[in-house]
């Protein structure tokens, strides 16, 4: 049971704003059960049925091939500060801006898609003329074949390197340092954190704990040693401000953040301050990553088809050059 993107957002935007009428999970969840989608009929009537403790965490913990780690964290945490509704608007908003630049990308990359394949059955002409269909379907799907296998192997590293970052702070920490995509990853796993100490520490919670439920929350194994460390740092007697500055593991806005918020007790409107900023900057580079990669992808297709053209018409110059002389 897996939802699309568009899915996850539609159902996060309702359930937020029957939330905010004064319904419980449970009442939402009823109305939403009436859906014309199998799927999420499938997928609310299994949280109903399987709710667990009763708690608004124990629907989503229901269905996991549906809903992830990130989507329990911040549920639970708006849950446990009181502000369920703002949680499942910040859900509705992430997955919306992720549906977003994948539709984008889809768009941009169609026109790359059709000179790749248009160009491998004009290379492949000759071959048809030669040697028949069979050589002449041989050689277009080959040319084909070295473009998809090199797509699903970058596509391929780049899902291992994220799932290594979620586990491993040198893989995080390597991550982040690629251009374009490293802030990329930096502004998600920061608005991701941001966005859930904002509501833990309005809530009254403990900071510390605030820290390492933010930190499991944002998918960055980095941000989690860097709590830990600056848990540990606070627990001995340091301030909490230069506890997490020490750690090198968030970015200086962050940092910055945790020692204003200390200073003038107002940590909760820092965070939300800095998760607004982050996730502003994650949409502006999910948006020119969506432009920038279709177009590498058509570059390096002009030049390979550039490429194969000069070497077909230098062959048949070779040729005609050894039948004159």
Same mark, same amino acid.
């Given at each position: 049971?897996?939802?699309?993107?568009?899915?996850?957002?539609?159902?996060?935007?309702?359930?937020?704003? +029957?939330?905010?009428?004064?319904?419980?999970?449970?009442?939402?969840?009823? %109305?939403?059960? !009436?859906?014309?989608?199998?799927?999420?009929?499938?997928?609310?009537?299994?949280?109903?049925? $399987?709710?667990?403790?009763?708690?608004? @965490?124990?629907? =989503?913990?229901?269905?996991?091939?549906? *809903?992830?780690?990130?989507?329990?964290?911040?549920?639970?945490?708006?849950?446990?500060?009181?502000?369920?509704?703002?949680?499942?608007?910040?859900?509705?908003?992430?997955?919306?801006?992720?549906?977003?630049?994948?539709?984008?990308?889809?768009?941009?990359?169609?026109?790359?898609?059709?000179?790749?394949?248009?160009?491998?059955?004009?290379?492949?002409?000759?071959? +048809?003329?030669?040697?028949?269909?069979?050589?002449?379907?041989?050689?277009?799907?080959?040319?084909?074949?070295? *473009?998809? %296998?090199?797509?699903?192997?970058?596509?391929?590293?780049?899902?291992?390197?994220? !799932?290594?970052?979620?586990?491993?702070?040198?893989?995080?920490?390597? +991550?982040?340092?690629?251009?374009?995509? !490293? !802030?990329?990853?930096?502004?998600?796993?920061?608005?991701?954190?941001?966005?859930?100490?904002? %509501?833990?520490?309005?809530?009254?919670?403990?900071?510390?704990?605030?820290? $390492?439920?933010?930190?499991?929350?944002?998918?960055?194994?980095?941000?989690?040693?860097?709590?830990?460390?600056?848990?540990?740092?606070?627990?001995?007697?340091?301030? +909490?401000?230069?506890?997490?500055?020490?750690?090198?593991?968030?970015?200086?806005?962050?940092?910055?953040? =945790?020692?204003?918020? @200390?200073?003038?007790?107002?940590?909760?409107?820092?965070?939300?301050?800095?998760?607004?900023?982050?996730?502003?900057?994650?949409?502006?580079?999910?948006?020119?990553?969506?432009?920038?990669?279709?177009?590498?992808?058509?570059?390096? %297709?002009?030049?390979?088809?550039?490429?194969?053209?000069?070497?077909?018409?230098?062959?048949?110059?070779?040729?005609?050059?050894?039948?004159?002389?």
């Amino acid at each position: 049971m897996r939802l699309s993107l568009q899915q996850k957002e539609q159902l996060f935007h309702e359930l937020r704003e +029957l939330l905010r009428s004064g319904r419980s999970v449970h009442d939402a969840l009823d %109305i939403l059960a !009436g859906s014309r989608s199998t799927m999420l009929r499938t997928v609310v009537s299994a949280m109903r049925a $399987n709710s667990g403790d009763g708690t608004a @965490e124990g629907y =989503f913990a229901a269905v996991p091939q549906a *809903f992830s780690d990130l989507d329990r964290e911040v549920v639970r945490g708006g849950e446990s500060a009181g502000r369920l509704d703002d949680a499942m608007g910040y859900l509705s908003a992430y997955y919306h801006s992720l549906d977003r630049t994948r539709r984008r990308a889809i768009s941009h990359v169609l026109y790359p898609l059709f000179i790749l394949h248009f160009g491998a059955v004009a290379l492949a002409v000759p071959a +048809l003329v030669s040697g028949g269909i069979e050589a002449f379907l041989s050689q277009a799907a080959g040319f084909l074949a070295v *473009f998809y %296998i090199l797509f699903a192997l970058a596509w391929l590293v780049l899902r291992a390197a994220v !799932g290594a970052a979620r586990v491993n702070p040198a893989a995080d920490q390597m +991550l982040q340092s690629i251009p374009a995509l !490293g !802030g990329t990853r930096i502004a998600l796993v920061s608005s991701r954190f941001c966005m859930l100490m904002g %509501i833990l520490v309005k809530s009254s919670g403990g900071i510390l704990s605030a820290m $390492n439920r933010s930190a499991t929350a944002s998918g960055s194994a980095l941000f989690q040693r860097g709590a830990d460390e600056a848990v540990a740092a606070v627990k001995g007697g340091a301030a +909490l401000g230069s506890a997490v500055a020490r750690t090198r593991a968030f970015p200086e806005a962050i940092d910055r953040a =945790f020692q204003v918020g @200390e200073a003038s007790g107002r940590l909760d409107e820092e965070m939300e301050r800095q998760a607004t900023r982050f996730s502003e900057q994650f949409n502006s580079r999910l948006d020119f990553i969506s432009k920038a990669v279709p177009r590498m992808i058509y570059v390096m %297709i002009a030049l390979v088809l550039a490429w194969k053209i000069v070497s077909f018409y230098l062959g048949y110059y070779q040729t005609l050059s050894s039948l004159v002389q």
